[in-house]
């Protein structure tokens, strides 16, 4: 061969060779690392054992809350500014105690019980899989604790702040503590859960269920779900709450797009 020939046919090699590894880490990436055989009595005892360390964090959380409950109670009372609490049946603070110690402990006891859940998890899924989990578990923490404080500074106050005006001049603001206990912690995670949407996009779009193009071409059906979403989220009635938690629902459904466009989905 001539000298650009054998230049050629050394270049096709290279390109070959590379074409031929990039196929062997792929499927590196779709295999199990340290694959065990486990019988389903092993399952069984594994899924025993990890709902039951859940179960001890969830309730060491619990306590922990409860022994601390007026200064959550307090801090979840702010937004109602200028409003007295009456208890209007015995015991009614007490059982709105145990409310707010049990979702505050559960959301204090929540990255411990994804622990176990992806440590129960982990065996069955291929290395691939393996490198969603961090972020998938990590953006989906932060977007729920965005959530919270999106509901306790703006849907909450403006929810709060409609309602006393309606009724300013004709009733006097004094409610019940439970019944305002139940409002909140219902609008605070709802709120947390609605805001997992773009975690939701970017686990189908991996999965090669729906393309970035496909969510955005349906955008027509996502108004009208956002709006039907917000009147289901929200325990209240009023338009502006329902309005704003809608509002959040499209912005992040849109957001979610573009994080699914840049990852090239």
């Known amino acids: 061969m001539t000298p650009p020939e054998v230049e050629t046919t050394l270049q096709e ?64 009372e702010v937004p109602a500014k200028g409003i007295k609490f009456l ?4 015991g009614e603070y007490f059982f709105v105690s145990l409310k707010v110690a049990g979702y505050s402990g559960l959301l204090v006891a929540s990255p411990f019980v994804l622990y176990q859940i992806i440590q129960f998890v982990l065996p069955g899924l291929t290395r691939r899989e393996r490198g969603l989990v961090g972020p998938v578990v990590l953006g989906s923490s932060v977007l729920f604790f965005v959530g919270l404080v999106f509901a306790y500074l703006m849907l909450i106050p403006a929810a709060l702040n409609f309602f ?8 006097e603001q004094m409610w019940s503590i439970d019944r305002y206990f139940e409002f909140v912690l219902l609008l605070l ?9 773009p975690i939701i996009q970017i686990l189908l779009s991996f999965l090669g269920i729906v393309s970035s193009g496909q969510m955005l071409s349906g955008w027509r059906f996502v108004v009208v779900g956002a709006t039907i979403l917000g009147a289901v989220l929200t325990p209240s009635t009023d338009p502006l709450t329902q309005s704003l ?21």
């Open 13 to 76: 090699s290279s390109n070959n060779q590379e074409e031929i590894n990039g196929y062997l880490d792929s499927e590196d990436l779709d295999e199990l690392p340290g694959d065990v055989e486990m019988s389903l009595f092993d399952h069984l005892e594994e899924l025993r054992q990890r709902i039951f360390y859940a179960l001890i964090g969830v309730g060491v959380g619990i306590i922990g809350c409860f022994l601390a409950v007026k200064p959550l109670v307090q801090l979840l």
């Open 87 to 90: 208890q209007l049946a015995p």
């Open 164 to 171: 006393i005006t309606y009724g300013e001049g004709v009733v």
């Open 189 to 197: 995670f709802s709120t947390g859960l609605a805001f997992q949407i």
């Open 245 to 265: 938690l809608a509002g959040a629902v499209l912005g992040l459904y849109f957001g979610g797009i573009g994080l699914v466009k840049v990852l090239g989905r």
